[in-house]
């Protein structure tokens, strides 16, 4: 059973790009969390979504940053017209249903120029 | 909201020696307090984790310990390899499919 899988592991934007990050829970997990890491910092929750619905999206900045996770393929979180301050480690992590644990994957790593 | 403090930012100790790092929450409601190990650009890991309605809670080298009246919980590791080296993040939840409110970390050093 493969663990999360995140892609790119690195992505390196200009200010005023687009970003898009890609996260496929484990096989089985229809639940889907989103976390960014500052430098030195800890885990800050995003956005928390199962197939075809945000269920709590509390954490997200309200502009710029959006997530889906569609039916088919894996949850995107999308950030536009990126700023330096967005520069940061992006961890997704996914749960079964009906239980509190949650796994992370590796992480993006994304850099604003 | 969930507050979650923990302490201390940074732990050194000497190989084969304990460490403690501790945690406390602000939210009675929270009953779920899992316990996770990041190594440098790696993604945390799962260690150990402890629900409300136990005490304690032990898997080889490390236990963790949680009192609800004082709503703090604590990570002991025993015999510290260099390998234990790592930033160690506690995190409370309330119920399955809500949010984890983390730590700020502990940066752990096992010095041989």
């Known amino acids: 059973n493969a663990g999360v899988m995140q892609n790119p592991r690195h992505l390196v934007r200009r200010r005023g790009q687009e970003a898009r990050l890609r996260c496929s829970p484990m096989?089985?997990?229809?639940?889907v969390y989103w976390y960014r890491q500052l430098p030195e910092e800890g885990l800050k929750f995003m956005v928390y979504l199962q197939k075809e619905n945000i269920i709590d999206e509390s954490g997200m900045p309200k502009e710029r940053f959006s997530a889906e996770f569609p039916k088919e393929g894996p949850s995107i979180l999308r950030i536009q017209q990126v700023v330096r301050g967005d520069s940061a480690a992006y961890f997704c992590?996914?749960?079964?249903?009906?239980?509190?644990?949650?796994?992370f994957g590796p992480g993006t790593r994304l850099l604003v120029l | 909201g969930e507050n979650v403090e923990q302490h201390p930012s940074t732990l050194s100790v000497q190989e084969g020696d304990s460490a403690v790092i501790k945690c406390t929450y602000s939210d009675s409601a929270s009953n779920y307090f899992p316990w996770y190990k990041q190594e440098l650009g790696k993604r945390p890991q799962l260690i150990i984790d402890i629900r409300s309605n136990v005490g304690e809670k032990k898997d080889q080298r490390i236990a963790v310990t949680l009192n609800k009246t004082a709503k703090h919980f604590s990570l002991h590791i025993t015999e510290t390899q260099p390998e234990d080296s790592a930033v160690y993040f506690c995190a409370a939840s309330k119920n399955t499919g809500n949010q984890f409110y983390f730590g700020t970390g502990t940066s752990l050093t096992v010095i041989p």
């Open positions: 096989k089985g997990h229809s639940h």
């Open positions: 992590a996914s749960s079964p249903p009906n239980q509190e644990t949650q796994y």
